[in-house]
């Protein structure tokens, strides 16, 4: 009775590992994985130059509000000197 039993169990292995690589086996997987990266990388890249480039505009309004108050604040003194 065991040597029937690891007789069909090695049978089902054999199956197993025939259909696995019927159905794409290893290679299917790498190329699977490959594209799910590619496809990673090229949002993640979209996604830190859509924040650059939002960093960049904040920090841009940022300085030109600092040198508007600094002009504003040298404008009286300016007009004091005169």
């Known amino acids: 009775m065991e040597t029937v039993a690891l007789i069909i169990?090695?049978?089902a292995l054999i199956i197993a590992?025939?259909?696995?690589?019927?159905?794409?086996?290893?290679a299917d997987l790498r190329k699977r994985v490959e594209a799910l990266t590619d496809a990673?990388?090229?949002i993640v890249?979209?996604?830190?130059d859509s924040l650059r480039d939002k960093t960049a505009d904040?920090?841009?309004k940022v300085e030109d509000a600092?040198?508007?108050?600094?002009e504003a604040k040298e404008e009286p003194k300016t007009s004091q000197k005169k």
Do not use: D, M
């Open 9 to 11: 169990s090695i049978i």
């Open 17 to 26: 590992i025939v259909a696995y690589s019927r159905a794409g086996g290893v």
């Open 45 to 48: 890249s979209k996604a830190s």
């Open 66 to 70: 600092v040198r508007g108050e600094e």
């Open 40 to 42: 990673g990388e090229s």
């Open 58 to 60: 904040v920090l841009g």
